[in-house]
């Protein structure tokens, strides 16, 4: 069975950094496109970053040169690393794996990061 | 990146059929058929309904219905159900190897 389970949000200054990681189960992580996905309170889901199984990485407008995705192979897990974060960074972030282009088949329950002095 | 445009809220009575629209432009939503459909209830993370425009994965409802024209893709959800009740969300790849997400549209069983 697929899982996937993220830690490491909470409660940051702007201008911080936060490392957010996804454990995997159930599949490997390196063989699958994965996604990070994230959701303001009571607002809509931004995607935000992909890194495909080849390593090639993309990232929203939003987030670039602030936001690391990277993953351990030898931890099956996925990583989000947030630098100079700002209070509209504040959001649940859920890891997905994409099963298809694009597609978000799988999803962890999410983490909350809240960016605020 | 401008996120896909959705109605805001749509509503229907039990046993009826609604449909949701995802606009885009010809740079995704019109240039592929990499659409997908998620509900999300709240509190909870989101779901894959439909994939790849029209696609279901296993175990969802045949009730859900995926299609796409030009630039704009839909969802349909016949016979509906109180547990229907949700916000939905569209996706799309996009030509410079991104997704983007629809606003989102609230569902209302009546």
């Known amino acids: 069975e697929v899982q996937l389970v993220e830690s490491g949000g909470g409660l940051v200054q702007p201008g911080g950094s936060l490392r957010l990681s996804c454990a995997a189960s159930?599949?490997?992580?390196?063989?699958?496109?994965m996604s990070w996905v994230r959701q303001a309170p009571g607002k809509g889901l931004e995607w935000v970053s992909v890194?495909?199984?080849?390593?090639?990485?993309y990232y929203a407008d939003s987030v670039k040169g602030r936001f690391t995705i990277s993953r351990d192979n030898s931890k099956n897990t996925l990583y989000l690393q947030m630098n100079s974060l700002r209070a509209e960074d504040t959001a649940v972030y859920y890891c997905?794996?994409?099963?298809?282009?694009?597609?978000?088949?799988?999803w962890g329950q999410g983490t909350l990061v809240t960016v605020s002095s | 990146q401008s996120a896909l445009t959705q109605p805001a809220s749509v509503s229907g009575s039990p046993g009826q059929s609604i449909t949701i629209s995802c606009t885009g432009t010809s740079s995704d939503v019109g240039g592929y058929n990499y659409v997908s459909w998620y509900q999300q209830h709240p509190g909870k993370a989101p779901k894959l309904m439909i994939y790849?425009?029209?696609n279901r994965p296993s175990g969802v409802s045949n009730r859900f219905s995926g299609s796409k024209s030009g630039n704009t893709a839909s969802l349909t959800i016949s016979g509906l159900q109180a547990e229907d009740e949700a916000d939905y969300y569209c996706?799309?790849?996009?030509?410079?190897?991104?997704?983007?997400f629809g606003g989102g549209t609230k569902l209302t069983v009546l």
């Open positions: 997905a794996r994409e099963g298809g282009v694009a597609t978000n088949t799988n």
């Open positions: 996706s799309s790849y996009t030509s410079s190897s991104f997704r983007v």
């Open positions: 159930g599949f490997t992580v390196s063989s699958n496109y």
């Open positions: 790849e425009v029209s």
């Open positions: 890194i495909y199984s080849g390593g090639s990485t």
